[in-house]
């Protein structure tokens, strides 16, 4: 019911011409009723994706010696559509990975001579990243390896049940997107 609001003003009248809140009429909608079932689906659910998250980052660096953000930069940036580079923010909001986090990857990376920030085509003063000769060289000798770690982490799924779980990871990604939660009136935590 989400085009439902809380109080519904529209009765909202009284004989002295006020809105004296005496008089209202409206009714107050009860919260919504948790299912204490779906509750703890949900938290299994999320919980598991948080624990997938670790062992992936785990495993990215134990098999392959990088972090799963640097594979991902690497992996972005090896795409022909990437092969002058892209824009800082652009990646960011490719990677779905906040600017300032990206940064610190981005230093460790050109510190290895893997990446490299150059002036972009048109404005001079904009900054473009892409993959340095030697970046390019090492995602192609990395990725032979990604593939058999794939194929490893994946060897209990079939074709269909993959397909299947891209599309619910999809359908995921966007709903959490659109996560709106009203103020809860506590009060920050440090750091966010």
Known sequence: MA?????????????????????????????????????????????????????????????????TVQWAVLGALSQERFSSGIPLGNLGDYLVVTRQNLDGVLKRLERDGLVQRVTGDGDKRSRVVQLTPRGRTYWKETLERIYQFYDQATCHFSFDDRVALVHYLNALQKDLATVELPKSGLPKRNGG
């Open 3 to 67: 085009g439902l609001r809380r109080t519904s003003s529209h009765h909202r009248h009284s004989s002295r011409g006020n809105d004296d809140a005496s008089h209202d009429l409206s009714t107050e909608l009860p919260p919504p009723a948790r299912n204490a079932g779906t509750d703890q689906l949900n938290n299994r659910m999320f919980f598991r994706l948080f624990q997938l998250g670790n062992e992936l980052q785990r495993q990215a660096v134990q098999q392959l010696g990088i972090t």
